[in-house]
């Protein structure tokens, strides 16, 4: 994977995060205050903005791929009893296939972004939740509401894509495994 689709990757992370950084500001702050903050048109605020965003993108990512290991766990040992050869064969597929390096790649870069996505949605619901809950006196408050139910769908279908693209990263492995034994004899 080359290093702009891996910035690429965490920024999106990262502006996730801050996404339900500034809904939680919302239950202390005024959303035009916020908007005026987050819409400052200067370049100095811009590149504050997507550094701090990456920043985030880089701690979450070890926090997210903590969080939904034992998923990733539970599916591989469907594929592999030995939990190391999952990792033995990518080392295998590296010094070899160039084409199935990428794909191989590409699945992962996706289940990063759907990982992502799983917790995000799911704390933006949260924040929007508490927003709802504390701004109980504001006519944009029920706009909280909708964030939440609209965030749990999206965590849980994100959820399900996740595991799908898991799936399909232990498989493509496998086969290419079968391919490799087959190749050899």
Request: hydrophobic fraction near 50%; aromatic fraction near 12%.
């Amino acid at each position: 994977m080359n290093g702009a689709a891996l910035f690429v990757e965490l920024l999106v992370g990262g502006v996730q995060v801050v996404v339900w950084v500034a809904v939680l500001a919302l239950a202390s702050v005024s959303p035009d205050r916020l908007m005026s903050v987050l819409t400052s048109h200067s370049i100095e605020n811009s590149i504050v903005l997507m550094s701090a965003a990456y920043t985030l993108g880089v701690v979450f990512d070890r926090v997210w791929d903590a969080l939904l290991s034992p998923v990733d766990k539970r599916i591989r040992s469907a594929f592999f009893a030995d939990p190391e050869q999952a990792h033995r064969i990518r080392i295998l597929l590296f010094s070899g296939d160039a084409v199935r390096v990428q794909f191989v790649e590409y699945i992962r870069s996706r289940i990063r972004i759907t990982r992502y996505t799983v917790c995000n949605a799911l704390i933006t619901a949260v924040c929007s939740g508490i927003v709802f809950f504390i701004r109980h006196s504001e006519p944009w408050r029920d706009w909280f509401l909708y964030a939440v139910l609209f965030s749990v769908v999206f965590s849980a279908c994100a959820f399900y894509a996740h595991c799908v693209l898991i799936s399909t990263y232990y498989k493509t492995l496998k086969r290419f495994d079968a391919h490799r034994t087959l190749s050899s004899k």
